[in-house]
């Protein structure tokens, strides 16, 4: 028999088993086609500057879910009997499938977690603590073997054990306390934070949503499909931020500073109340010169981080770097005196926080404001910045000014 007689021979008979099988060819193309796209997420992942501990940790549920994917397809295989359907070939791979399913649920709430920077996970006592359900799954999986108590086989089909139930709701309550938290934590945020988050509370929910049907019947690859749209949908969001948010302090930056102050004044919703604070880090160049660039740019992170609490714990504003060492904030303000309450609240946290850091310098910040008005010059973003700025200048001019006066 030639060559050709064989692959034809061998190809018929692989066709004659997918035809007889009905859904095995439909669902081994959809693991195969979406392993290809975890691959080139991962690999893009893989090759990016962002190194921290979450990327990393997406990385490796990227990885993870490459090889469910791999193991989906393997399982098929036995099942049509490509691969000899035994007890043991049926057992081992159905325990690696559910262990790899109980790990993506763990790393899922890990990415989360540390993505939000949450204090739940910021030790390594803690994050063992995390992974504790997960390794009880996997340990009840391999006893499974010889007690049934997840999963065991009988005339060539699984049955669930009395502890099936179990595992399955110790795998899903990592994606229901990743929701959980995230919106629990949602209303302590920022108006930018919150939209973040948002995106984070989608995430898990994919799971949540589509796990228990891939549970109902595993056949349909529910799960291969609702991972690869998670994934994609993870990256596109990864993507809109870096050019929305500042890398050195994580809050929003000049672009979408712009595109939150043009909704803005589109929308023509109570612009009468619209405040625009500019603040800048006083003598932020002498730092920079006397102990170096990277204390400068801790005294930066130090000061969005002020910002940020005084939001979340003051007034709900938006808070952007515009450049360099100033910022941005928007608020609504009704009157004069909760503009000054405003600006002297941000110099006590700004102060506050760079006491607690024990700093062998003073940190003062320069701040000047705007307030929308129709008609006039601050009718424009432009306009509104620009009048905030020269506020702010004048008020470090005046501290110089000062400054010069007392030392005479």
Request: proline content about 2%.
């Amino acid at each position: 028999m030639s060559l050709e007689d064989t692959l034809s021979k061998i190809w018929a008979e692989s066709s004659a088993v997918f035809t007889n099988s009905g859904y095995s060819f439909f669902k081994i193309e959809a693991h195969v086609v979406c392993a290809a796209v975890l691959v080139i997420l991962f690999y893009r992942q893989q090759n990016s500057s962002d190194q921290t501990e979450a990327r990393l940790t997406w990385s490796r549920l990227l990885f993870v879910q490459i090889l469910y994917c791999i193991s989906g397809i393997i399982r098929v295989l036995i099942d049509v009997d490509i691969i000899p359907k035994t007890i043991a070939s049926q057992y081992v791979i159905t325990a690696v499938n559910f262990g790899l399913f109980g790990c993506m649920c763990w790393l899922v709430f890990m990415y989360i977690e540390l993505y939000q920077i949450s204090k739940l996970l910021e030790s390594g006592t803690r994050r063992l603590i995390s992974a504790l359900p997960f390794a009880f799954n996997t340990a009840m999986l391999v006893l499974s073997a010889f007690t049934g108590w997840f999963v065991s086989f009988d005339n060539g089909d699984m049955e669930r054990g009395i502890l099936y139930p179990l595992m399955m709701a110790i795998n899903f309550a990592y994606p229901v306390a990743a929701v959980f938290l995230s919106i629990r934590r949602r209303k302590k945020m920022t108006l930018y934070e919150r939209n973040t988050i948002s995106v984070m509370a989608i995430y898990p929910a994919f799971f949540m949503i589509c796990g228990p049907l891939q549970d109902i019947n595993w056949r349909i690859p529910f799960l291969c499909y609702v991972i690869v749209i998670s994934d994609i949908f993870v990256y596109i969001s990864y993507a809109d931020s870096l050019v929305s948010v500042d890398p050195l302090t994580k809050i929003s930056n000049r672009n979408e500073l712009m595109r939150a102050l043009s909704d803005r004044l589109i929308k023509n919703e109570n612009t009468e109340t619209l405040h625009v604070f500019a603040v800048d880090i006083d003598e932020l160049g002498t730092v920079n010169a006397n102990y170096g660039r990277q204390e400068g740019d801790k005294i930066l992170v130090m000061t969005a981080d002020a910002l940020k609490k005084f939001s979340r714990e003051e007034h709900n504003c938006y808070i952007s770097r515009y450049y360099g060492d100033e910022f941005i904030l928007t608020a609504d303000i009704n009157d004069d005196e909760e503009r000054e309450l405003f600006a002297e609240h941000i110099r006590n946290y700004v102060s506050n926080a760079a006491m607690s850091m024990k700093l062998p310098y003073h940190v003062r910040v320069n701040i000047g404001w705007s307030k929308f008005e129709h008609y006039s010059k601050t009718e424009t973003i432009s306009g509104l910045i620009e009048e905030a700025e020269k506020m702010m200048n004048e008020n470090k001019e005046q501290r110089k000014f000062q400054k010069i006066w007392h030392n005479a």
